[in-house]
């Protein structure tokens, strides 16, 4: 029998509530283990279904505790998929056979939540507290509203791997930065402070991280003010690009699956 889904639950990975408009869900642990396993990502999954159907809640708000989506954590997601350690800094470049591993899981973990919030006819707001890495800045790109702590960075960690940028990282950033700047970070890596991620684009606004949480709460319930038809058609009309995106997420899962053709066929 299928779990039946709370609007309101906490577990090691995530926490989530609602606070009047407004559906929070705050990422506790280490993302990349906590979506790989496929009964916690189906439950976040459930949980967005269940937001979807309350006309009360207008805006989702996605946080996460520091380090939780950082470098950090992808060393020890990577070193623990192909078995062998990654040191930070040594621009170690995997097997083809790691590389079809960690491709795979990542896939497995942020497509289904991409499709999600670029389909979800609500608001979603992404709440960015220190550095993001490659796969998780990625699929924040299609959150409608991003905001970032002041020592928030973007971190191009695929680079280190020599992996391909995932998160639909190449089919979103020449949306915000234009094709030739967007190529420059997929294909040389490099990090954005904050400071630049405001200048350029990638982020809404700049909060302190002292009061983070509360303050991106806040400018979620403004957002939220908006009546719900009103943010269903904007937002429709504000992401033509939704089917495009959804064939891109279908290639590139074609490109792994014949990846792996060729590999066995070798």
Request: glycine share 8%; hydrophobic share 40%.
């Amino acid at each position: 029998m299928k779990e039946q889904i709370s609007i309101e639950f906490e577990n090691e990975a995530f926490k989530v509530w609602t606070d009047e408009s407004i559906a929070v869900i705050k990422i506790k642990s280490n993302a990349f283990f906590s979506l790989v396993d496929m009964d916690i990502s189906r439950k976040i999954l459930d949980w967005f279904d269940l937001i979807s159907e309350k006309e009360e809640i207008n805006v989702i708000l996605i946080l996460n505790e520091k380090g939780c989506l950082g470098n950090a954590a992808y060393d020890v997601f990577v070193t623990e998929i192909i078995g062998k350690e990654i040191k930070a800094g040594e621009g170690k470049i995997l097997s083809e056979h790691d590389l079809i591993l960690v491709r795979s899981k990542e896939i497995n973990i942020l497509n289904s939540f991409i499709r999600s919030t670029i389909g979800f006819r609500k608001l979603v707001v992404s709440g960015l507290n220190g550095t993001i890495a490659t796969p998780f800045f990625g699929a924040s790109l299609a959150s409608n509203f991003r905001f970032g702590t002041e020592d928030m960075r973007i971190s191009f960690s695929h680079i280190k791997y020599g992996i391909h940028a995932g998160g639909a990282l190449p089919f979103l950033l020449p949306k915000y930065i234009g094709i030739g700047k967007a190529s420059e970070y997929i294909f040389s890596g490099g990090e954005i402070s904050a400071e630049k991620a405001l200048k350029i684009g990638l982020i809404n606004k700049i909060i302190p991280t002292e009061n983070f949480n509360d303050e991106c709460i806040k400018e979620s319930k403004r957002l939220s003010q908006w009546g719900s038809r009103y943010i269903r058609w904007t937002k429709h009309l504000l992401t033509p690009y939704k089917e495009d995106l959804i064939e891109y997420l279908h290639d590139e899962e074609k490109y792994i699956d014949h990846y792996k053709e060729i590999k066995s066929i070798e």
